[in-house]
């Protein structure tokens, strides 16, 4: 417990990922939020008006009270920033937060692709917080910027940094089953989705095929270098609410049995620094033995919505190891993920 909380602000608090902002920050034990931004649209409005909040628990009522605020780093003191803004808005905007000297989490896949920007897990690459400090220096800035990972590349690159650590992965091919949510509010067409599943959602697959790779790679020089190995992919929507599925067929470059694969995922631990924070998964992994599991519905608020849940570990003829791995997407895959991320740099003493 810290003597004091440290104010954070949160960016597009209105929409879905900012929605599960506000409900995971309610009550945490560093965090206070003390101001909320979104589009011109809803600024000037109370957050209770503002917001059509779509999430099962009641929003809070200090959020419904508060004032959404212009989305401009003048709306706030706060040294942390939460950031669930659209990519092609977050290109222009997060910049200038971090140049204001702010720590910004980032849920936008905007500046992902930039070799001094990490795509950080706290339970996989926690080395890859080194780069605040080559970006504050290469670009200039007081602050910095820090981005989640994709929300299906989260439970697949968990599962694949257990993996590489003791087999090393050589190929991957994944297929993934992703939930409304993951489209945002309101999403996806209700005509388009009912009895139906949709084959395309743009860019997803591109990410899917690289940001892991980068996840499991190291800061070398003033850039993270990607791990090498190959990845091809398919992505889906289906008509779940929330939870993102991804059916994984794994080759690695020494053979492995299921045995070993379900006890290397079972043991896999988060680096000594991660470990112990507020929004830790505890453990990393859970590997469910049934032969039906995991499922969406029942399995994705495992370690609180923070746990990667694997299942069905079996044989492929093709890869030699297939399995399902489920994350939940706004949780680990979003907002849930950029809080662990921040609870990191300050347990690093890279946030004033
Ligand atoms: N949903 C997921 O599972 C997920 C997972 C990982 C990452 N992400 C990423 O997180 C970000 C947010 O996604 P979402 O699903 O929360 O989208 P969403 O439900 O469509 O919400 C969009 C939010 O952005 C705000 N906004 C739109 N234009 C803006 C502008 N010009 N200036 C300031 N705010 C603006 C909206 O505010 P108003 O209400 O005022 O319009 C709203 O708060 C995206 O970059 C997305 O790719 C989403």
């Not at 609180?304 to 994350?327: C, N, Y």
């Amino acid at each position: 417990m810290m003597d004091k909380k440290i104010p954070v602000a949160v960016l597009a608090a209105t929409g879905s990922v900012g929605q599960r902002f506000i409900q995971l920050l309610d009550n945490h034990p560093w965090f206070e939020v003390t101001a909320l931004t979104a589009s011109d649209r809803s600024a000037g409005q109370l957050y209770g008006d503002a917001c059509h909040w779509v999430l099962p628990d009641a929003m809070p009522e200090w959020a419904a009270k508060m004032k959404v605020l212009p989305t401009a780093p003048e709306s706030t003191d706060a040294p942390i920033v939460f950031s669930a803004l659209p990519a092609d808005t977050a290109r222009d905007a997060e910049p200038l937060f971090a140049q204001a000297g702010k720590a910004v989490f980032s849920n936008a896949s905007a500046y992902r692709r930039e070799p001094d920007v990490s795509i950080l897990m706290p339970e996989i690459n926690a080395d890859q917080a080194a780069i605040v400090d080559i970006q504050r220096k290469k670009r200039g800035w007081k602050g910095f910027i820090v981005t989640n990972s994709n929300c299906t590349s989260a439970g697949m690159a968990v599962t694949l940094k257990a993996l590489n650590d003791q087999f090393k992965v050589k190929r991957v091919f994944a297929v993934s089953l992703q939930a409304l949510s993951g489209a945002g509010y309101p999403g996806v067409p209700s005509m388009d989705i009912i009895d139906n599943v949709v084959p395309f959602i743009g860019g997803e697959e591109e990410k899917l095929e690289w940001e892991s790779r980068k996840m499991l790679g190291r800061v070398q020089g003033e850039s993270i270098q990607p791990l090498d190995f190959a990845v091809s992919a398919h992505c889906n929507r289906v008509a779940v609410t929330d939870g993102h599925v991804v059916c994984l067929s794994v080759e690695t470059e020494s053979k492995v049995s299921v045995e070993e694969a379900i006890n290397c995922l079972q043991s896999y631990q988060a680096p000594e620094v991660s470990r112990d924070l507020p929004f830790a998964p505890k453990p990393v992994i859970v590997v469910r033995s049934e032969k039906d599991r995991p499922q969406p519905r029942l399995d994705r608020m495992t370690g609180k919505g923070m746990a990667t849940v694997v299942g069905r570990v079996r044989p492929d003829p093709l890869f030699g190891l297939k399995m399902i791995v489920l994350s939940h997407n706004t949780i680990r895959g979003a907002a849930g993920g950029s809080i662990y991320n921040a609870e990191l740099l300050v347990n690093l003493g890279k946030i004033v």
